[in-house]
Nanobody, 124 residues
């Protein structure tokens, strides 16, 4: 069992930056692939970024490529999402997720555990 606790987020102006954190319980964090997803009001949840459990492999949605960076610190049991050059269309509730496998990519049904979600609001 893994519990994911998110922090960060908030309100920022367009062009600004935010960093989301997701801390995992347990001592097997390095065994989990990690991902970030988001859900805007009235829309389905969508993939944002993914990272393999080793941290070597990453994958981004086209909409955030070049602006967002996923990273992990296995010593701190934490995954991060650095978001730069934010746009109003990035406004959503962001969720981190963990999968008990090497890499899960963009498929939400491959993730076993989810964080509580954190609101990101980008004003124009």
């Amino acid at each position: 069992q893994v519990q994911l606790v998110q922090s960060g987020g908030g309100l920022v102006q367009a062009g600004g930056s935010l960093r989301l954190s997701c801390a995992a319980s347990g001592r097997t964090f390095s065994s989990y692939a990690m991902g970030w997803f988001r859900q805007a009001p009235g829309k389905e949840r969508e993939f944002v970024a993914a990272m393999s459990r080793s941290g070597v492999r990453t994958y981004y949605a086209d909409s955030v490529k070049g602006r967002f960076t996923i990273s992990r610190d296995n010593g701190k049991n934490t995954v991060y999402l650095q978001m730069n050059s934010l746009k109003p269309e990035d406004t959503a509730v962001y969720y981190c997720a963990a999968a008990a496998q090497y890499y899960s990519g963009s498929f939400s049904d491959r993730y076993d555990y989810w964080g509580q979600g954190t609101q990101v609001t980008v004003s124009s």
